[in-house]
């Protein structure tokens, strides 16, 4: 959760996860600004709520700067609207329906050359001027659940909190068939090359995206292969094209890889720990200065907005949102509102020296499923004062299971204090670092000399495009990562 968006957005936020029954709107009030104007369409809020707006003026100009070219040169430059790098870790991109392509800072970091990037760049406008999000919103498709909620929450508790965010958001994008990717590949190698770029690298990133998903095991946590379909003879095909496509050129196509790894130095490194962070079942949040545990083996997920736990099932799910400045009571009764509860109880108590209100209740919507009226959920949730701020953490589950999920509420709330722990409050990211090879070595013998831990060898090859046994000669530019 990042201090600007978690401040602004409780309206929202409350609205767009906790109403089934409520017209959902994008969140708009302090929404952070970019580092630098961008031409076109402004980023959807909604988007930016849940993944953050990337504070880097350079990589934001870059990307809006390239997106443009590109999109002028495309099929429909009428469709494509805008370009923003969000604040995420995921190794991701993506095209909403509007015309808007979104980069993680993920996947900048993954990338590493200018042919790379505008390669993947030219494969999202190329679902865009194809058209296959508004095709996909037009079969209804509500594939998007699974980029926002991180596949998180199960359909149980999603029929509550999952379809008005997809709604919002508008990511009806998720997942393309084989036949929509191999169009945006194609589209992705025609405008790659058009505008300079050797399109060939394009295909060499698959086998780096790849990679990182059988690393990481992308549990519950949608990357770019996972959103975007692979096949097997996906590289091979790319690549053919990539040589057809060079003939056509008539001329040596660029890659400029230190052009791009120079704009890369400094860039936060996975998920920033400023914004709050999980260690051993306990979430701490630096900047706002307080803590709490998550129940154990719950899965959880952070965002700008809201920070979420769910039940590994789905059965019951507990989110943390901002709840505004107003009073306890104002907030009390604002929030049995906002959840459509039915004859709410609620009482005024202490958690470690914070004022707090507790409310339960049930909630009353519709069934996704039947269309009829009834409860949907039963809530036990409190409301938690730090000075001027206040604090919403809302617990959910069917009333069925109440009594079996209500104690880890409850255990959360109470064990929610104060951060004085002073290894957390200073936890800062990692970094991108760029170094210049001294002389000709292999990429581990590179890594040790700056102190990478052998453990971190095969990722930081992985970062880097590149085998451990991979020979750098002298004066080659490579990453590491570090404080």
Same mark, same amino acid.
């Given at each position: ?17 906790? !109403?089934?029954?409520?017209? /959902?709107?994008? #969140?708009?009030?302090?929404?952070p ?5 961008? +031409?076109? @369409?402004?980023?959807d809020p ?18 809006n ?7 002028r ?7 494509v609207?805008?370009?923003t ?28 050359d ?28 509500a ?5 926002? =909620? ?22 009806? =994008? ?12 194609? =589209? ?27 690393? /990481? ?10 959103t ?29 890889r ?5 704009? =890369? ?33 719950? +899965?959880?997920?952070?965002?700008? /907005? ?13 989110? !943390? ?16 509102k ?11 108590t202490?958690?470690?020296?914070? #004022? ?41 589950? @069917? ?24 290894d ?18 292999? !990429? @581990? ?8 831990p ?6 930081l @090859? ?6 451990t ?15």
């Open positions: 959760m990042k201090i600007p968006s978690f401040r602004g957005l409780h309206t929202a936020a409350l609205s767009l996860l906790l !109403l089934p029954l409520v017209s /959902s709107t994008s #969140p708009t009030a302090n929404q600004k970019p580092s630098a104007p961008v +031409q076109g @369409a402004q980023p909604a988007v930016i709520a849940q993944f953050g707006l990337l504070d880097n003026a350079k990589l934001q100009s870059y990307m700067e390239k997106g443009q070219q590109m999109g040169v495309s099929d429909r430059p009428a469709d609207k805008g370009f790098i969000v604040d995420s870790p995921i190794v991701n991109a993506f095209a909403t329906p509007d015309g808007h392509v979104y980069f993680t800072r993920g996947i900048m970091a993954y990338l590493n200018e042919a790379q990037f505008t390669g993947v760049l030219g494969h999202e406008i190329g679902h865009i001027t194809a058209r296959h999000g508004q095709k996909q919103q037009t079969r209804n498709t594939a998007g659940i699974g980029m926002i =909620l991180g596949s998180i929450i199960a359909p149980r508790v999603m029929q509550s909190i999952g379809q008005p965010l997809t709604q919002a958001v508008g990511l009806g =994008l998720l997942k393309y068939g084989r036949d929509a990717e191999n169009e945006a590949d194609v =589209l992705g190698v025609k405008y790659s090359s058009k505008i300079g770029y050797d399109p060939a690298h394009m295909a060499d990133f698959f086998l780096t995206l790849q990679r990182t998903e059988q690393q /990481s095991g992308a549990a519950g946590v949608p990357t770019f292969l996972s975007h379909p692979n096949s097997a003879d996906r590289y091979e095909r790319v690549k053919k094209l990539a040589v057809t496509a060079e003939q056509q050129a008539g001329r040596q196509l660029a890659i400029n230190d052009q791009y790894l120079r704009l =890369l130095d400094g860039l936060a490194y996975g998920d920033n720990p400023r914004e709050g962070f999980v260690e051993n079942s306990v979430f701490y949040h630096p900047e706002l200065k307080f803590q709490f545990p998550i129940p154990q083996g719950w +899965q959880s997920q952070n965002s700008p /907005s809201q920070f979420q736990m769910a039940e590994p099932n789905g059965k019951a799910v507990m989110v !943390l949102l901002p709840a505004g400045n107003k009073s306890l009571d104002e907030t009390a009764q604002a929030l049995a906002q959840l459509n509860l039915q004859s709410p109880q609620a009482q005024k202490t958690i470690n020296g914070f #004022p707090a209100a507790v409310i339960q209740g049930d909630q009353v919507g519709q069934d996704q499923q039947t269309g009829q009226q009834g409860i949907t959920a039963r809530t036990l949730s409190y409301i938690i004062q730090d000075g001027q701020t206040l604090y919403a953490l809302v617990g959910l589950t @069917a009333p069925s299971t109440f009594e079996t999920y209500a104690p880890q509420f409850q255990r959360t709330a109470q064990g929610f204090q104060r951060l004085t722990a002073a957390k409050l200073n936890r800062q990211p990692e970094r991108v670092r760029i170094k210049t090879a001294k002389t000709s070595t292999t !990429l @581990a013998s590179a890594l040790a000399a700056n102190g990478v052998s453990k971190r060898y095969e990722e @090859a992985i970062l880097n495009g590149m085998k046994t991979d020979k750098l000669t002298a004066g080659q530019l490579y990453k590491v990562v570090g404080k």
